[in-house]
Every structure is written in C-alpha cells, then in structure tokens.
C-alpha cells in the first residue's frame, strides 16, 4: 500500500493565485514527520516546510505553510500568492519511527505557474 | 560550506561494468543516504548508513553497495550495471536519524546502455 499519496500528477495556476498541493499519508506510527521538498528543472532538491505529528500549530514558512489534519492523514502544502519561480516538482515525503527514520516519498505534483 | 557534494555529475556505462558514485558532505551529519529518482516515481531509498561503520538497506539495495568508513564519504558502488539502473541518483545527509530534513547534493544522471 502506498504510505504517501499526491493525487495530483500536474497543476496549472495563474500567477498570483494561491495552490494547494494534496498529500495523505498512512501510518500507524504515533511519531511521524512531514516534509515537503521542491524540485526545479534544473534538478536539485529543495527543502521547504516540515511538520511533526506532535505538533498543534500547522507549519509556516514564508509564502509556505503546511494544512495538516492529523484524523484525516493529510499534510497539503498551501503556497500563498504564487510566482513563476515556483513552477517545479513538489514531493511530500514522510519519516516514521517504525520504518527506522527512513524517508518515504509520494510522486510529486508537477506544479506550472501562468503568467 | 560545500554542503553535499556528489561526482560526477554524469555518466554513460555499458552493461556489466562497475563503478563508485561519490558522496561527500562538509556539515559533520551522521545520517546519510542515497536514493534513486525514476521519472513518475518518487524517490526510493537504496542504502543508509547512521554513522561511520554502519550501513542498512533501504527498499531498492540489489545491486549496490556502500560503505562509510569516515562520517564525511558515504560511495555507492555499482557491481555490474544493468539498464534498469538507468536513473538519477541522490546522495542526502540530515544531521541525525531522527525528524530532521534532509540536504542533498547535485545528483548523478547515470545511463547504462
């Protein structure tokens, strides 16, 4: 079973306009992590927002900040005012205790931005 | 700081031949990894090692090797190249096992023809 589902392969957005990026999530760890990294063109991996299942305030970052329902296992990635700098790759990807902190990755969104 | 750093940035192999993807990272983390990126996919973890000397398997290790005799190197080593292997490949540190994020270097776009 797939422990992190983005349900959304690809977006179009216009500039300006808030996004929300969808992920869920199955564990029956108490203690989890969530991560979402950002993947431009040119490739490499960029860490942007973190949220732990002991947390009671959802995560801020900036322009980033992070929807989590604990009883409904989603950890949506919420980007306010977009810009075509943010057209790229979005991952969400989970650590648990259980599975040895390894990082467990959904198949990103692919994320284009409009002008 | 150099952060983490992986050579080469690319590679062409043929089948059945072997080499050493390096990895190396400057910021003293215990907790190093390498993953693989298929496109559609997701990134899936092939090693992990939690400080020198000790190594584990993560959900796609046949066919690698690693090992970590000092905490700054973490090499994967590719024993006889298959197409399959065709990917890109990550290298990752995070300061310890715990929930902390993950840096990762450049990349390696590797083909085996």
């Known amino acids: 079973a797939q422990k992190i589902t983005q349900t959304q392969p690809g977006m179009f957005v216009q500039e300006k306009e808030a996004v929300t990026l969808d992920c869920t999530y199955d564990?029956?760890?108490?203690?989890?992590?969530l991560f979402w990294y950002k993947q431009p063109s040119s490739g490499e991996m960029i860490f942007l927002i973190y949220q732990g299942s002991y947390d009671e305030q959802n995560a801020t970052e900036g322009r980033y900040s992070l929807n989590f329902q604990k009883a409904r296992k989603s950890a949506n990635l919420v980007i306010s005012a977009s810009q075509l700098g943010d057209s790229a790759m979005y991952f969400c990807a989970m650590r648990e205790v259980d599975s040895n902190y390894q990082l467990i990755w959904g198949a990103g969104t692919k994320l284009i931005i409009k002008p | 700081n150099a952060g983490v750093t992986q050579t080469p940035k690319f590679q062409v192999l043929k089948t059945g031949q072997s080499m050493t993807l390096q990895c190396a990272q400057d910021m003293n983390h215990e907790y190093m990894s390498w993953y693989r990126q298929d496109p559609g996919m997701g990134l899936r973890l092939i090693h992990y090692s939690v400080g020198a000397g000790i190594t584990d398997q993560g959900e796609v290790p046949n066919g690698y090797n690693v090992s970590r005799s000092t905490t700054e190197d973490f090499p994967l080593r590719l024993l006889s190249a298959a197409p399959s292997q065709t990917s890109v490949y990550f290298c990752?540190?995070?300061?310890?096992?715990?929930?902390?994020?993950?840096?990762f270097g450049p990349g390696t776009r590797l083909t085996v023809t």
């Open positions: 564990t029956s760890d108490q203690s989890y992590g």
């Open positions: 990752a540190s995070s300061y310890g096992q715990g929930m902390y994020e993950q840096y």
